[in-house]
């Protein structure tokens, strides 16, 4: 049996900066179209992105959301990539951001972006990524305290603030969880209509 080394993943601080060239690595076992169809399964796959200052309108995204774009041309996370970390590969025990999707990845291989100009094919195949910080006061309200991974005690009084439901002592949630969802996805106001 192999030996798997473990360590610690620090969650990223809204004060936690970016990388001053502001580049990111995602790695995933999702869908490669240049790969066989199952072979090299098991092969974890790491791709550079460049974050970007603000998502795309296209997009939609608001502060929930870090948007980047490929730095190499074609290579993006795929389906099967979600819940992947996104992280700086120089102090990789820091998780920015998780996978939530990108392109779909036979569109962009089969899309001829090569014959564009370099500004025409911008953001043509950006992905969105969960921010961590964002949602720290969720995370660290049903991890609990544990300042050796970041969460902090003011993380857990924020999330006990927050309107929608109450996270138990046991990690479970109680309350008001179906408007929080409804909230995140419609809008509360539609939600209550």
């Given amino acids: 049996m192999e030996e798997v080394n473990y360590r610690k993943i620090h969650l990223a601080r809204p004060t936690t900066p970016l990388p001053s060239?502001?580049?990111?690595?995602?790695s995933g076992y999702g869908y490669d179209p240049e790969r066989k169809i199952l072979t090299d399964m098991d092969e974890l796959k790491t791709v550079k992105v460049n974050v970007l200052a603000k998502c795309p309108k296209y997009l939609e995204r608001e502060d929930d959301a870090i948007c980047a774009d490929e730095v190499v041309l074609d290579q993006n996370v795929c389906e099967g990539d979600s819940g992947?970390?996104?992280?700086?590969?120089e102090n990789d025990t820091?998780?920015?951001?998780?996978?939530?999707?990108?392109?779909l990845c036979d569109d962009m291989l089969?899309?001829?972006l090569r014959s564009l100009p370099i500004e025409e094919r911008k953001y043509k195949n950006a992905e969105v990524y969960t921010n961590i910080t964002y949602y720290l006061p969720f995370i660290c309200g049903?991890?609990?305290?544990?300042?050796s991974i970041g969460?902090?005690?003011?993380d857990i009084k924020r999330a006990?603030?927050?309107p929608y439901f109450e996270i138990k002592r046991n990690g479970k949630i109680s309350k008001n969880a179906p408007e929080f969802v409804a909230d995140i996805f419609?809008?509360?106001d539609d939600f209550k209509k």
């Fill in 21 to 26: 060239n502001k580049i990111l690595y995602a």
């Fill in 84 to 89: 992947a970390s996104l992280k700086d590969i």
């Fill in 94 to 103: 820091t998780i920015f951001g998780i996978v939530s999707f990108g392109s």
């Fill in 110 to 112: 089969n899309d001829d």
């Fill in 142 to 147: 049903i991890i609990g305290l544990n300042e």
């Fill in 151 to 154: 969460c902090l005690i003011e």
């Fill in 160 to 162: 006990k603030k927050q």
């Fill in 186 to 188: 419609f809008g509360l």
